[in-house]
């Protein structure tokens, strides 16, 4: 079983139906409301054309308001449940909201955030757990994107010397513990305070101790799938935090837009969000 869900972005009701009648499917959603229901795959494949069609966002007279327009996804109805990502459908996300007031031109900004449903998908995160030789401290690495991309970021921690220093070349992050060591917290705030670094991985104290030894190069491992982009009015975001309901993200400065608003585009695998988003020009 798959779940259709729906998000009315425009001012009027929209109501959907299995119009071929085949089943007495009726799916009614108020302005600004977001509902799901279970459907069956014939269904969704049945309704997706005109489910694609209500994606266009259609205007007044005077384009200051959306009269019909909706965001939609299907999602699978249990976790376990991943025939929809065999087939293109289930799984996928949903972007809901852009949560800040409004974007600025030609800027550039940081901390942005978008929320959703779905948005890993059936995509996962590579991780690597990495201990001491007494296995008495650990640090604990997850990629900050999902995909097969992950499991090409590398973690080495070299030999102590001076003050703990993090540095990045390509997908590898370099470790240097302190003299007489560092523990695993004061690691894992030191990743996660790289400008390079974060940007690759999220760092935790997996167990609390103190490294003081170098640990050979170890490859994040368990990434599944293509990865995942996030562009604003067709510019590439850097992602810094995808959760399953919300997204971290910074934008480059030079963005233009002709008007109130531009559009704020999520793709996962073949399933593309569109949000649209405010700014300020």
């Not at 302005?31 to 494949?45: F, I, P, Y």
């Not at 523990?183 to 104290?205: H, P, R, W, Y």
């Not at 910074?250 to 008007?259: E, L």
């Amino acid at each position: 079983m798959l779940k259709l869900q729906i998000q009315n972005v425009g001012e009027a009701t929209v109501v959907v139906k299995d119009l071929e009648g085949y089943t007495d499917f009726v799916m009614e959603v108020e302005k600004g409301a977001t509902k799901s229901k279970d459907v069956t795959n014939d269904l969704v494949q049945r309704m997706a054309e005109k489910l694609k069609a209500l994606e266009t966002l259609q205007w007044n007279a005077d384009g200051s308001l959306v009269l019909v327009g909706i965001r939609w996804s299907v999602l699978a109805s249990d976790a376990g449940d991943d025939r929809g990502m065999v087939e293109g459908l289930a799984g996928l996300p949903s972007l809901n909201e852009y949560q800040n007031a409004d974007y600025s031109t030609g800027s550039g900004e940081t901390d942005l955030i978008a929320t959703g449903t779905g948005l890993l998908g059936n995509q996962v995160k590579a991780t690597k757990n990495i201990a001491n030789v007494a296995a008495d401290a650990q640090v604990d690495f997850e990629a900050v994107n999902p995909g097969a991309p992950g499991n090409a970021i590398s973690v080495e921690f070299i030999t102590p010397a001076s003050t703990l220093a993090v540095t990045v070349a390509a997908s590898k992050i370099s470790i240097r513990p302190a003299s007489g060591g560092s523990t695993a917290a004061a690691i894992a705030a030191a990743v996660n305070g790289d400008a390079s670094a974060k940007l690759l991985v999220q760092a935790t104290e997996g167990v609390a101790g103190t490294v003081n030894e170098a640990i050979a190069e170890q490859w994040l491992a368990g990434g599944i799938g293509s990865g995942v982009s996030l562009t604003m009015n067709g510019t590439a975001c850097v992602l810094t935090e995808v959760l399953d309901a919300q997204l971290t993200f910074d934008v480059p400065s030079g963005i233009s837009a002709a008007s109130r608003l531009v559009p704020l585009e999520f793709r996962n695998g073949p399933h593309v969000s569109r949000l649209t988003v405010p700014v300020a020009v």
